[in-house]
């Protein structure tokens, strides 16, 4: 099995769409996500001028990915997390590690004085990430309202 993690490119947003639409239909998301859309989201994304990704190839198949955006603040550069994904048939065996650390170190090399992420508050996705160091925020929260 080769196994390889190179940058995300446009060519494969309809293989990020399907992925994407899997892993967030599923545990601990359960949101509906259509393929056709999770491709425009991932679309937009990567069209950022600002767009950072990589993905995780198995055997030349695209099996995750991990994209983010960084943006300027008054103390530096930080990078949000907006999604890692991996197809439900490749979970658990250490892509979402390989790709979250690939991209941190990547980051740091890059500058950045911090990242960020929003994720799911129950179930395995905290102790995930608190293992890289990530924590709850304590001086901001995300608000939201309907329209």
């Known amino acids: 099995m080769s196994n390889a993690i190179r940058p995300t490119t446009l060519d494969h947003v309809k293989v990020y769409g399907k992925i994407y639409a899997a892993a967030f239909s599923g545990e601990p998301w359960n949101d509906p ?18 767009a950072y990704g990589l993905e995780y190839v198995v055997d030349g198949q695209v099996a995750g990915f991990i ?9 530096g550069r ?7 994904a991996v197809d439900p048939a490749y979970q658990r065996q250490g892509i979402g590690r390989k790709l979250l650390e690939h991209c941190l170190s990547d980051i740091k090399a890059q500058g950045m004085v911090g990242v960020h992420l929003i994720t799911a508050g ?15 925020e304590q001086r901001v929260m995300l608000m939201g309202r309907e329209m």
């Open 67 to 75: 994209i983010g955006t960084s943006m300027l603040f008054h103390y």
């Open 78 to 84: 930080t990078f949000e997390i907006n999604d890692l």
């Open 33 to 50: 996500w259509q393929a056709s859309d999770a491709v425009v989201h991932v679309t937009e994304l990567l069209e950022s001028k600002q």
């Open 122 to 136: 129950e179930g395995r996705l905290p102790a995930f990430y608190e293992q890289y160091g990530f924590k709850k």
